[in-house]
């Protein structure tokens, strides 16, 4: 996809320079939250859990292993993503290739049952060799290849990682499995991937991946946002309706749509924390479904919805406010202690649209969706027709200086201050 916003020369400049002034932000928060020591932890264990995605006309049990390492190499270079944090406080050398191969091997070992039929490794991007060392990937791969109860194998990558060589040692080493190679694409527009995502690859290059990918019959994937920073309710809606069917047009491809959470240390959390920023309604999440074409929406899979009900429910039960409590993901299972908010609606129908959302990723029942009702919903879409038809040049433009003249004010009050 092209750049769906025609920019002006003088717009282009203001953007570009917009652009650096928030990666460098950006830089500064990340630097800012990495502890001055090393946090203690078990380095040859990480977070794996038992899941279910549909998957060939089904649902199927899955080991989700989320796997430590040194960090991605776009956000120690170049401060990440605007939205993510799944980097914070990494400090590169803690952790050698033994820590991350024992951490797959502890995750196999300690999976009640054994391994499923379907394994998610993911790290950041699993084949580049600066965050998982070949020797390791390799041995991964291997080991997948010799259990005979997986089926279907994930991994996680970055384009620029996936190589003919890679490509090469997935088939040798999974023979006939059923290999998924996805790549955090977030937008199928380039606009968005370069001034609202701060991605550093754009669908281009995502696209040229994917081809070496199909070539060899691995089926190439992509993760993507609702509602990155900067864009309106009714932008991210139509933005994510188009980003999943570019991905989807591709033969076996899987697509999964995250709803954006407001991390720390991150530029969504900046504008949040401004009063700048609200998170996707889940009503986005499920519109995007519904305008899904039947035979697409089956390799669809909506991810990333905390549900705020349910991180209120955990803070009441602590003691606390919202926003220090941690969240679970109902999709993965996974429990993040980063993500100030996350997606939700007026707060009374969280729990009945989480619920039908959790029902359709397992069990592909779009009639769920299709049942629920809430009088927010007429609120939530006026919000997204009001905003729909609205230039992504201009919109992301008035963030960047919204949010630029907001953090000066800040800087210029703390220095007034004795």
Known sequence: MEYTARVPRGVQAELDAGLRQLREHQKGLRWRATPDEAPEFDRDRTL??????????QPRRGLLILMNTDGCRWYLRAGGCFMCSY????????????????????????????????VFVYPFSCFDPREVAPAVIDHICRRLGALDQVRYAFFESRPEFITPAV????????????????????????????????????????????ALLRAAGINAGAFLVLKPPFLTEGQALDDAVRSVRAVLEAPGAQAFLMCNNV??????GELYRLGMYRP??????????????????????????????????????LGRSPQESEVVDFVFGATFSCFLDSAANCGKCDAAVAAAIDRYNSLRDFAALE????????????????????????????????????????????????
């Open 87 to 118: 980097s914070l406080g990494v400090r590169p050398g803690l952790l050698t290739a033994d820590n991350i191969r024992n951490q797959f091997e502890n995750a196999l070992a300690e999976c009640p049952g054994g391994p499923p039929e379907v």
């Open 48 to 57: 794996a859990r038992l899941t279910t995605i549909w998957l060939d006309g």
């Open 280 to 317: 996707p309604w889940l009503w986005s999440a499920v519109e995007v479904a519904r305008r899904t074409p039947p035979g697409l929406r089956e390799r669809l899979h909506l991810a990333g919805f905390q549900g705020a009900h349910q991180r209120l429910q955990h803070a009441l039960s």
């Open 167 to 210: 490509v090469a040692m997935l088939r040798r080493h999974l023979g006939e499995k059923v290999v998924h190679v996805c790549m955090g694409l977030e937008s199928a527009d380039e606009f968005v991937t370069r001034y609202a995502v701060h991605k550093g690859y754009g669908f281009r290059q995502f696209a040229r991946a994917a």
């Open 263 to 268: 991390a720390t240390a991150s530029i969504t």
């Open 371 to 418: 049942a629920l009702g809430c009088d927010c919903r007429q609120e939530w879409a006026a919000e997204a027709a009001r905003t729909a038809g609205q230039g992504l040049a201009e919109t992301v433009l008035a963030g960047y200086r919204a949010l630029l003249a907001g953090l000066e004010k800040e800087n210029a009050g703390a220095g007034d201050r004795p």
